[in-house]
């Protein structure tokens, strides 16, 4: 992929212009919208100005003047710059303008520049230019314009007001690419724009969601509340009200025998990973870490859905130190209760799949590493079996039914090690003691010797060079109080992060609708007659992706296919979902009776 880009480049000749930029193309046009975007719904764009930078022409339209295209080219000669341009293409595809075929966007590339430093600004405009010492508008001024234009009110009684200041930040965004072009490496800074064109795909798409449902839970959401409550908290006597009391739960603890993790200052941990390691140490906690997670999402629900049923929200791409989205966990229905996500429905006759790799992190840790024991392990279909008998855990007969504790003690490890969990980390997961722990960490050790080995030579590296990067060039401040696991974890999840960007860039150019990309999978959509065929066409790019990034190691997928009119169902959450659905018709069915009494 990096060639491609190079060659794209080289296409051009470079042109060196009145402002000092170097760069392959005969005209570079820095592009902004203006446009109204509520919860969930599509954008309305109000305008558009571009300047072209070699030769200072400036183009500026309000929304009565939109044509069929724009009045300005966007071919592979053409560079097309933006600061944050996935909304600008959001606007393009609203429009049905084409979508710029060179795109480099300046957020990303901001952010990659100050990934990791520990005086880290924020990356909006004013903040990059903020850090270049480039004299801008105060934050004030454009958060007053933002509002002015979001009030819809008076918009076209302020059309120049809004044009000078959207011309603003376009002159910004041109005074930014000449400072930024030396830290620039445009063949892969391309390659993340071509992502950020992606993403405008993907929001424009967005997730199929049963609204009625979620109409009848929002209808419903405090009665629920109270009724989860008395149904889930019979087996724990816990909850005061809506209220979770601390002293009654250790109350039940102490009852059930259950050492429970405490802080420093010597309290019971109530995090959301201390609850997630305990309940899968202690099985019977599960309906009560749910139900927790579930109170807290009824209370603040800000699912974001549109007038047609689709869950759209911004993706955030880049936020991570990893280079992975980060959308709000309470706008989009990935970052909701797993039981929450059975909210995905197909419309009649469509049908949704998430494809997700299998065991993305350990193909990726084989791959980078050249550990040929953990290789084998990835290709038998089941590493974590793999690793117990190469371990001489378990005997090279064994099969997933037959030595199912191994296995799982085996699979706990695994991503123990991903995670860079510590002994003590391990010890509370499995149930065992820290030397047991520590004993397991130490077989993974000498099993993987190779993986080891590079591991360490990451973090001498990185401590010595200050920096680490992704073989796209994403890379990570390392400051003296870096964390060394974020380091040994990095090239895995940053690595990761990109596959997943390549794979989205592949599928949705070729017109495979993705509604969603979550960390290691995504969920597409299309016809259900189709759908067959569409999941085989994904599961090869996503194949294909994987062996861009890793050099020829190819990682495999699993599919889960769902048609109308069945819904998406999580298996982590089926059991919840199950038990909402049945308070929730109960509660309706005792209102309809209440209204007939009464009339």
């Not at 910004?172 to 950020?196: E, H, N, Q, S």
């Not at 579930?294 to 880049?318: C, E, H, I, Q, Y």
């Not at 591991?455 to 060039?473: C, H, K, P, Q, Y």
Request: with cysteine; net charge positive; proline share 4%.
């Amino acid at each position: 992929m990096i060639a491609v880009a190079e060659s794209a480049m080289k296409g051009a000749g470079a042109v060196k212009n009145g402002v000092g930029l170097a760069l392959p193309y005969h005209e570079i046009w820095v592009e902004d919208f203006e446009f109204i975007s509520r919860e969930g719904e599509l954008p309305a764009p109000i305008c558009v100005v571009a300047h072209e930078v070699i030769s200072g022409r400036t183009i500026r339209l309000w929304r009565d003047q939109f044509q069929s295209s724009p009045p300005y080219r966007s071919d592979a000669d053409v560079l097309i710059v933006t600061y944050y341009g996935s909304a600008e293409v959001g606007c393009r595809l609203a429009l049905g303008w084409p979508v710029p075929e060179r795109m480099l966007d300046l957020f990303t590339e901001f952010r990659n520049l100050t990934n990791g430093k520990s005086a880290k600004p924020k990356s909006g405009l004013l903040d990059a230019m903020a850090w270049f010492r480039l004299a801008s508008m105060s934050v004030g001024d454009k958060d007053l314009m933002r509002d002015l234009i979001l009030s819809n009110q008076t918009i076209d009684h302020n059309r120049d007001r809004i044009l000078d200041y959207c011309e603003q930040d376009v002159l910004a965004t041109a005074a930014l690419l000449k400072v930024m072009m030396p830290t620039l490496d445009v063949a892969r800074a391309l390659l993340r724009g071509r992502y950020m064109a992606s993403v405008a795909r993907m929001e424009r798409c967005g997730v199929p969601i049963d609204k009625p449902l979620l109409g009848r839970l929002e209808t419903r959401r405090h009665a629920l509340q109270d009724q989860l409550i008395a149904d889930v908290d019979q087996a724990f006597g816990v909850y005061e009200g809506r209220s979770f009391k601390r002293k009654r739960f250790e109350d039940y603890l102490r009852r059930e025998g259950i050492v429970w993790p405490r802080t420093e200052k010597g309290q019971l941990s109530l995090s959301k990973g201390t609850f997630k390691d305990m309940a899968q140490l202690h099985p019977k906690l599960e309906p009560l870490r749910q139900l927790r997670k579930t109170l807290a999402t009824l209370t603040k629900n800000k699912l974001a859905v549109g007038a047609d049923g689709r869950n759209r929200t911004m993706l955030s791409p880049f936020r991570s130190k990893t280079g992975r989205n980060q959308p709000s966990n309470s706008k989009f229905i990935f970052g909701q209760p797993a039981w929450m996500r059975s909210l995905i429905k197909p419309e009649k006759d469509r049908a949704v799949a998430y494809i997700d790799w299998s065991q993305q992190e350990f193909g990726i840790a084989a791959a980078l590493s050249g550990d040929e024991a953990m290789t084998e392990a990835y290709r038998s279909g089941d590493p974590y079996l793999s690793f117990a008998i190469q371990a001489d855990a378990a005997p090279p007969e064994a099969t997933k039914a037959s030595h199912k504790d191994i296995r799982d003690q085996f699979k706990a490890l695994v991503l123990a090690v991903q995670y860079q969990m510590t002994a003590e980390g391990l010890a509370r997961r499995l149930g065992c003691s820290v030397f047991k722990a520590e004993t397991l960490l130490r077989l993974h050790r000498r099993t993987f010797s190779t993986f080891w080995a590079w591991s360490d030579r990451i973090e001498n590296i990185a401590l010595v060079t200050r920096s680490i990067r992704t073989m796209f060039g994403w890379r990570l401040d390392v400051g003296s109080d870096v964390n060394l696991r974020t380091i040994r974890n990095f090239p895995m999840q940053a690595t990761g992060a990109e596959m997943l960007r390549l794979a989205c860039c592949m599928a949705t150019e070729e017109g495979i609708n993705v509604v969603a990309p979550v960390h290691d999978a995504v969920m597409i959509e299309d016809a259900a007659a189709s759908i067959d065929s569409t999941v085989k066409r994904m599961q090869a790019i996503m194949a294909e992706a994987s062996r861009i990034v890793l050099g020829g190691f190819e990682l495999s997928s699993d599919a889960k296919v769902v048609r109308w009119p069945n819904r998406y169902v999580d298996e982590k959450g089926g059991e919840m979902f199950q038990r909402v659905m049945r308070l929730l018709t109960e509660l309706e069915a005792r209102r309809l009776e209440h209204e007939s009494v009464a009339a």
